[in-house]
T-cell receptor, first 117, second 111 residues
Framework: EAGVTQFPSHSVIEKGQTVTLRCDPI?????LYWYRRVMGKEIKFLLHFVKESKQDESGMPNNRFLAERTGGTYSTLKVQPAELEDSGVYFC???????????????FGAGSRLTVL | QKEVEQDPGPLSVPEGAIVSLNCTYS??????FMWYRQYSRKGPELLMYTYSSGNKEDGRFTAQVDKSSKYISLFIRDSQPSDSATYLCAMRNPGANNLFFGTGTRLTVIP
């Protein structure tokens, strides 16, 4: 079974530019999550999709971030315009079971490292 | 105040040692507690999962949760060089899907 795939693995852009990160979840996983780790800080939740619907976007920092999941398969996270503080590693995760109960085991991708200069 | 506190280390131990990793948290509503292991340039991988208080053992790994103290631990027995990684605690509320992570502890097991 293929895991969660993220692209690009590393992106270096200048302040003000746009970057789009892509996540391909495990096939059949309805739940898709975006998390972010800023240097020296903990991994923080950004948002959660159930299929193509945004279930919870309470962690999105501001309106420069736009996440989509058209058709309920892969997802993109666009940052426009990028600022210096957006630098970090963006992780995507997916799960099969939406878990009010149960572990709701998340499988993480390797992350997309974003460097904004 | 952070939701989850974790000593970032780094922690270096000789092969065969017992390792103790810990996290404290402030939100008494957390019921699901997890330990993730992250190797360099990889994503976090679920290692252990515990619901509410108690102990759980899986091979050389034991997870403990003390909800009265808001304190969770991961013990690694007979540590191996392949255990060298960053260990992240994470937790969540029932009915919620977002995880709250600690900053992670970097562990090196020296052969």
């Amino acid at each position: 079974e293929a895991g969660v795939t993220q692209f690009p693995s590393h992106s270096v852009i200048e302040k003000g530019q746009t970057v789009t990160l892509r996540c391909d979840p495990i096939s059949g996983h309805d739940n898709l999550y975006w998390y972010r780790r800023v240097m020296g800080k903990e991994i923080k939740f950004l948002l959660h999709f159930v299929k193509e619907s945004k279930q919870d976007e309470s962690g999105m920092p501001n309106n420069r971030f736009l996440a989509e999941r058209t058709g309920g398969t892969y997802s993109t996270l666009k940052v426009q315009p990028a600022e210096l503080e957006d630098s970090g590693v963006y992780f995507c995760a997916s799960s099969f079971r939406q878990g009010a109960s149960g572990a709701n085991v998340l499988t993480f991708g390797a992350g997309s490292r974003l460097t904004v200069l | 105040q952070k939701e989850v506190e974790q000593d970032p280390g780094p922690l270096s131990v000789p092969e065969g040692a017992i390792v103790s990793l810990n996290c404290t948290y402030s939100n008494s509503a957390f019921q699901y507690f997890m330990w993730y292991r992250q190797y360099s340039r990889k994503g976090p991988e679920l290692l252990m999962y515990t619901y509410s208080s108690g102990n759980k053992e899986d091979g050389r790994f034991t997870a403990q949760v003390d909800k009265s103290s808001k304190y969770i631990s991961l013990f690694i027995r007979d540590s191996q060089p392949s255990d060298s990684a960053t260990y992240l605690c994470a937790m969540r509320n029932p009915g919620a899907n977002n995880l709250f992570f600690g900053t992670g502890t970097r562990l090196t097991v020296i052969p």
